[in-house]
């Protein structure tokens, strides 16, 4: 079989076609991540770097395919999210590199380029883990060689690639004792294949097409072949004494980035750290975000910096979250409270979500709301605009939520107003502490009363499993309710409210004297009621109280004090 062409605009529709198979797959990798917890959202994770890399092919006008390739992978390193990104961003490095300096390709040098882009993936990763997407990659790159031995064309090199892929994923289960407890494969490695499968779309298709996609959202792609379906995708895995899943870009003028990786290496875990002339890329698990961060800063300028609390997160939320956030207008909107001030000279910044819970806020006291929660934490120029907002040049936030604290904090340090915060972790966290706030008090001693308040109180939620797993041994139905406590899973089952009955017989302890149920959106009343009842049939020393939270994600919110 005689070898064939491959051109920048076959290259360029590649990426752009591979970028919007991906986002129709996106949310079936993300669905399917389940407990312990992944390393953010996969799916979402690779989507949001194809699609930078996507961009970066629309606006390449030249007819070199090494320089549309260059293209690409820098924008893939600055759109890079996840440990997954990241290394999907330097699988596209190395196929620059493969590519470089070539108007256009024979499909022997497609191959070559494969096997750099398996080089620059492992040498981003400072500990490689067999049984990841790394696995899948090798894989990958060793089939492409045996397709060229046996003369395959483009066609027949993807779909060698593919081939090769699949049956490495499914032996990933078998490398990873949490994998194989689960009975589940790698996120990172199944999103690689949907990537090839994108790309083998595109090169059977004309660029008309492809570009349709553009205003038709994918819905002309074809169907998934039988058992292509990701059922028993697992995601990134971490260390919970690690938390805190730290990205960011650092940009230098000199490029000086000598010696980062090993400062950095002491810091945490799940290391990369990627350079590309005078920007690097840094992705790690720790516990000391900003030691991080103090690191990276003496090494250049910080962009993009993003700090997820992994313990906190769940798929499902994100996409409820999205939801909710549609319902309210905008991703993160700042609500003006329409209460009448009181007399006082400190303004207070709440992060919440649910119609009731905003409204108990309000008549706390807070002044503003910055919608947000689980899963959908605002920014730093969310929290800085409410601020500069604020009529008040003195303010305390609250965030609410663990993910969101490191990012209050910013806001304090930038602003140039007078700003506290108060590092609430949940919703219950925070109506405590806003309890505590008198206005005739002055700032500081409102900070400590607020802080010691906030420390009566704990916190339970209520949300269900969104496929069926593994939880200490015991298998879990999808659809079954899960107890939250403290980021762990403390109770589940088939029914709501056994097992919210459950979760509070866990968390309630000697002195406690009130127990305070938020329901969330879609839970009715009927519902809400009874679980009130059990509670206090199975706690009749104890006040219980009822209220509507409206909050998504979790059936119930439930307050300890």
Known sequence: MEETTLTQEEYKKMIIGASYYFQREKEAINS?????????????????????AARGAREYEGSSIGEVAETVASHSLMGARGNSGVILSQLMRGLSRGLSGKDEIVSSELSKAFQYGVVYAYKAVSRPVEGTILTVAREIARGTRGAIREGADINGILETAIESGEKALMRTKEMLPVLKEAGVVDAGGKGLIIFLRGCHYAVNSSMEEVLALLEGGGGGLPAEPPGASPENVFGENFDTSRPYCTELIIKSEKGEFAGISEKLSELGDSLLVVEDKNICKVHIHTANPDMVLGVCLSHGILHDIKIDNMMDQHDERYE??????????????????????????????????????KEIFFGLGADEIVYGGQTMNPNVEDLLN???????????????NKNIQLVAEQVRKMSSKEVEVVKTSNIPEGIAALMAYQPSLELEENVENMKENMKNVKAGEITYAIRETVIQGQKIKKGSCLGLYRGDICSWGEDLILTSLELVRKIVGEGDELITIFYGEGVEENSAYALQEAVEEAFPYLEVELQAGGQPVYYFIISIE
């Open 32 to 52: 399917l991540n389940v407990f312990p917890v992944p390393d953010g959202d996969t799916g979402s994770n690779m989507s949001m770097t194809l699609e930078a």
């Open 320 to 357: 409820k979250s999205e939801d909710a956030a549609g319902s309210a207008g905008t991703d993160m909107v700042t609500i003006p409270s329409s209460r009448e001030d009181i007399q006082k000279d400190t303004g207070i910044i709440c992060v919440s979500f649910g119609e009731g819970i």
């Open 386 to 400: 409410a601020v500069h907002k604020s009529t008040y040049d003195r303010l305390i936030i609250l965030p609410n």
